[in-house]
């Protein structure tokens, strides 16, 4: 990757848009990036590696926490990064999630992070973006890494090398370099072949246990030593079991020829027992025939009763018309009653009005004189608006002056200001370099307590998953244990079933199979829950889940035990570093920081804005005369708008004088017109409805006296009709044989109930019928029986029956314990074969996985040993740098000693010292010799990621400060050895403030801090 242009907008101290044009360099492979510190030079990288991958160079800063403190609100925070990878180029944009000022109304709205990457290749303009690649910010860093070949951190190892990053490398242990190392070359293949050759050790290892374990099972469910032990006790059980089925067959005949009898017996029986049931009912109902008479003729008298039923009707409905005849006339006589009244109370209303004339008169008076003013209301209103505005005039002259005269005192107070804060300001300043001291310290406390905090919460947290793990392992142990006396309990009660387990599956009509009988009585039974095979399997499976997962619980609990001692450690160093501030509050150690940095930048503001502070004096000397001027002018103005505001005010008065003043203006005016016509039209309105009403009532009180006349004629017709037809049913009743009118009510029944009892009376003729029928044919089939004993029969059986049950059960338990047993030998010869093969597998797997997972005497993992050969390449390609920069002192190379027998070893790192002979660890370095290392190993990295990684292109290295450290002869070597970094056409920028580089190399980044932001770029000398 090989930077083209980068453009930051409101980024870091970079208030506005700052473009760094990296083509100004020309045929130029190295610069350096300088200015003082907090500046903004790191800044830079930090806007590259946000614009690739959407964190900072450092990666403790995310883009969020990167927007520039003087930059206006509304501008918002974007990098565009213009860069070349082989041939091709590309441009990237990236903007963080920020608040922006809303569009409508007060306040911010939050715009989301966004990123697009385009392809460039061929383009010849600057404003053209190209082919959209990618768009979204996780897919943006996707496509990155893809192009790149690096992942955000392989980055900061191998072309950006941040502040303290790369001595992180030469600093780590085994295991953290290992980390590393895997992350740049990607061995992640040969971690999985590690993993896969454990899992499939242990995976042998379980099976042989649970195989083991099993056939211990077998042996103790078998309550046997071995499998010859088991297999005598087979041959003796079978013998019995032919025995038991031999007396079984014999028992079963003789019950069969006993159950016959009784059979016949009991069919005797039940043809007497028919005979006399059929003479009882016979007797029943021949004893109701009075009752059945008496309901026929009961029946007869109903159905002439049903004959008058019409005669009936007709005779209710002319009574009905009578009565409704008689309501509508009682109604029609009370309307007649009320329109009367209301005419009466309608004259009454009409007479009241007349008399109201003089009233009428006097409201159309008073109308008239209201409009008559309408005229002079206006003028008066012109002469109003007039003297408003003249006052407004005069008010806004006035309010004018006030504030003229304000500025003029404004200004010389802020005068006096100016001249106190340029005292201060050249105060202040002298105090910087002071206070840029002090702000460090305070940042890096407050950093270390920070991450102690951050390990105090993760050390909860882990004490609460410790908590869990603990509980959970309880719990399936719990379980487990349950589950392995469920199966034994159930394998004892399986054991001690057979029999009625047998009898459950039999059916009638076929063969038992044991004594061979079709006919199957009476069954064995259990009076428990049986369990079968199927459950016991089912439940042997379940604790052996249960097993699984309390072994997987107390794993968990292992890994989490561990975990918390490694943070625990950490703690506990920390709070060493810190010392009494160990316990100080984040925030308040923040608001120091905070505090510190404000003190050492606006010492550095203030020494810059003493100038500023004079020039801005002279500036307000001469606001102060044009000031002075202005409210000579401003006096004037406001005494003439004054008499003006005098004369309109005289001119309102007169004019008010010809008006009432309740009605000087138009809307009291109009609203006492208003009144006046609403009354008058009322009281017009009013006499006009009376009339109308009185003439409504006459015509009403007409139209009831007609209707009393029609109602009282219908009347009459009604109560005639009535009594003609009461005559006529009178007559049929006495035709019909009914003497009185209640005879013929007490005959009268419903249909329902006529119809019950004609069926009532048909069902008795039908049964008297069929119990005749019944005692004839039970007296036929009872001829010649007589009462058999079956008591002695039922007796005879039940002895037989218990026999063939004793025998049955024998044969049943003797028949179940031998497949057991057959059963059982067959598990133990597939178990025996089992883990045999297991054994075989085992010695030879388990042992490689060892070997491969670091149980060697080097503590080597197969992962590791890999890696180191890789870190053997990469300390010979820093070697060859660091003999370089040392002077030909020092070599890098591996060793394979470990700190700890149970350490992770195999990629430690020592320096070899030519000028003892020795070699010591890369700690006992000193301060410049360290960065000397570091640099070495960083580059030498570099060069072998680049000849693995095929297709990856480092075109360009950054390293961020630690040249501060050397001496000038070392300074010297560690430049020549970065410049030979130029003859493979990379490019190489470095950032620091150490002068001596500013005059070692010519093409410069310079960056200069201002009291408005930072701004940067390209110098050449």
């Known amino acids: 990757m090989k930077p083209l242009k980068l453009s930051m907008n409101a980024f870091g101290p970079y208030a506005g848009t700052q473009t760094l044009d990296f083509t100004e360099l020309g045929d130029r492979t190295f610069f350096l990036v300088h200015g003082p510190t907090g500046s903004g030079k790191t800044t830079i990288l930090d806007a590259i590696c946000f614009a690739l991958y959407g964190d900072t160079s450092g990666a403790q800063r995310d883009g969020k926490q990167m927007r520039s403190d003087h930059a206006d609100p509304s501008v918002s925070t974007e990098i565009t990064f213009d860069f070349a990878v082989g041939q091709e180029q590309y441009r990237i944009k990236r903007s963080p999630e920020q608040e922006r000022p809303k569009k409508r109304g007060e306040g ?108 211990t099972w077998v042996l103790q469910e078998a309550k046997a030593e071995n499998g010859d032990a088991l297999e005598k006790r087979l041959k003796l059980d079978t013998d019995q079991l032919n025995e038991a089925a031999a007396k079984t067959e014999r028992s079963g005949k003789k019950l069969k020829d006993v159950r016959d009898k009784l059979d016949e017996g009991n069919q005797a029986k039940d043809r007497l027992e028919e005979k006399k049931q059929a003479a009882g009912a016979l007797a029943g109902l021949v004893a109701k025939v009075e009752i059945i008479n008496a309901k026929k003729a009961l029946l007869s008298q109903a159905r002439l009763a049903s004959s008058l039923a019409d005669a009936e009707k007709s005779l209710q409905a002319r009574r009905q018309d009578a009565s409704g005849a008689a309501a509508n006339f009682l109604a029609k006589e009370k309307v007649r009653a009320d329109a009367l009244a209301t005419k009466e109370l309608a004259e009454k209303e009409l007479a009241a009005e007349t008399a109201r004339e003089p009233e009428r008169e006097a409201a159309g008076q008073t109308l008239t004189r209201l409009e008559e003013l309408t005229g002079k209301v206006a003028a008066l209103a012109e002469a109003r608006v007039l003297a408003a505005e003249t006052g407004k005039l005069a008010s806004t002259a006035e309010i004018q002056l006030k504030k003229a005269e304000a500025a003029v005192t404004r200004l010389r107070e802020a005068i006096d200001e100016k001249i106190t804060a340029h005292l201060q300001a050249v105060n202040q300043g002298a105090k910087a370099a002071e206070l840029e001291a002090v702000f460090h310290n305070t940042e890096q406390v407050y950093q270390k307590r920070k991450i102690l905090e951050d390990k ?21 142990q719990g379980n487990y244990s349950k589950a392995r006396d ?22 009638d009509g076929l063969p038992c199979p044991v004594c061979g009988s079709t006919d199957h009585p009476s069954p064995a039974q259990s009076n ?74 606006e010492a550095g503001r203030a020494a810059s804005n003493a100038s500023v502070l004079s020039d801005q004096i002279e500036q307000l000397k001469l606001r102060l005369e044009k000031a002075k001027e202005q409210l000579e002018t ?58 109308k009403a009185a003439e409504a009532a006459a015509q009403s009180l007409a139209r009831a006296e007609t209707a009393v006349q029609e109602a009282a004629g219908a009347l009459q017709a009604a109560k005639e009709r009535a009594t003609n037809e009461e ?25 329902a109930a006529m119809l019950a009892l004609e069926r009532e009376l048909a069902k008795y003729d039908e049964d008297l019928a069929a119990a005749k029928d019944r005692l004839d044919r039970s007296v036929q089939a009872a001829e010649g029986l007589v009462e058999p004993d079956l008591v002695a029969l039922k007796q005879a059986v039940r002895d037989l029956e218990k026999e063939r049950d004793d025998l049955l059960t024998l044969r049943t338990r003797l028949q179940t314990q031998v497949g057991q047993e057959k059963d059982w030998l067959e598990q133990l010869r597939l178990l025996s074969g089992s883990i045999k093969e297991l054994e075989n597998r085992h010695e030879i797997i388990g042992r490689i996985a060892e070997v491969a997972n670091g149980k060697n005497k080097y503590g080597l993992t197969f992962q590791r040993f890999v890696l180191g050969a890789l870190l053997d390449d990469v300390t010979v390609a820093a070697t060859q740098r660091l003999k370089l920069m040392s002077r030909g002192r020092y070599h890098l190379q591996r060793t394979l000693d470990r700190a700890r027998s149970n350490a992770a070893g195999g990629l430690d790192l020592e320096v070899f010292d030519t000028y003892t002979g020795t070699a010591r660890g890369v700690a006992t370095l000193s301060g410049g010799e360290t960065f000397l290392a570091s640099l070495s190993l960083a580059l030498g990295l570099a060069d072998v990621v680049q000849s693995y990684a095929g ?29 030979d970094l130029q003859k493979g056409g990379r490019l190489v920028g470095i950032i620091s403030h150490v002068p001596e580089l500013k005059e070692r190399i010519d093409a410069r980044l310079e960056v200069v801090p201002t009291e408005k932001g930072s701004v940067a770029g390209f110098r050449f000398s």
């Open 528 to 601: 428990v829950r049986l369990p079968g095979e199927m459950e016991i399997k089912a439940k042997q499976q379940a604790a052996a889940e249960f097993e699984k997962r309390r072994d997987k619980a107390q794993l968990e609990l292992n890994a989490i035990t561990n975990k918390k001692a490694a943070i625990s450690g950490g703690i506990r160093e920390l709070e060493q570093e810190l010392g009494e501030k160990d316990g100080t509050n984040l925030q308040t150690l923040l608001e120091t920081v905070v505090k510190a940095k404000e003190g050492w930048l």
């Open 456 to 476: 105090r919460g993760e050390l909860s947290l882990v004490e609460k998953d410790l908590a869990r793990a603990a509980g959970a392992l309880r719990q399936c």
């Open 486 to 507: 469920e199966v034994a309990r159930l394998q004892e009660a399986w054991n001690k079933g057979q029999a009625a387990i047998l009898s459950g599956a039999l059916q």
């Open 634 to 691: 401003l006096q004037r103005d406001a005494g003439k708008a004054s008499e003006d505001y005098k004369a309109a005010l005289a001119v309102v008065k007169e004019r008010e004088s010809v008006i009432p003043a309740k009605l000087c203006d138009q809307a009291s005016l109009q609203k006492a017109q208003l009144e006046a016509r609403r009354k008058r039209d009322l009281l017009l309105a009013g006499f006009e409805g009376a009339r």
């Open 727 to 751: 005559l006529a049913f009178k007559q049929r009743l006495e035709e019909a044989g009914f003497k009185t009118l209640a005879e013929y009510e007490a005959a009268r029944v419903g249909k």
């Open 951 to 979: 297709g990856i292109h480092l075109d360009t290295i950054f390293v961020d400060e630690g040249f501060g450290t050397l001496d000038p002869e070392s300074l010297d070597f560690a430049l020549r050895a970065l410049l």
């Open 108 to 215: 911010f709205t939050v715009m989301s992070n966004n990123a697009t990457l385009w392809k460039r290749t061929g383009l010849t303009t600057d404003t053209e973006e190209g082919h959209v690649l990618e768009n979204g910010w996780s897919k943006v860093t996707e496509a990155v890494e893809k192009l790149l070949g690096f992942k955000s951190s392989q980055f900061r190892q191998v072309v950006m090398l941040p502040q303290g990053e790369f001595r992180r490398l030469l600093n780590a242990d085994s295991r953290e370099r290992q980390v590393i190392l895997e992350a740049l070359f990607r061995t992640e293949l040969y971690r999985r072949i590690e993993e896969a050759l454990k899992a499939s050790a242990k995976e042998l290892s379980d099976n042989f246990k649970k195989l083991s374990e099993r056939k």
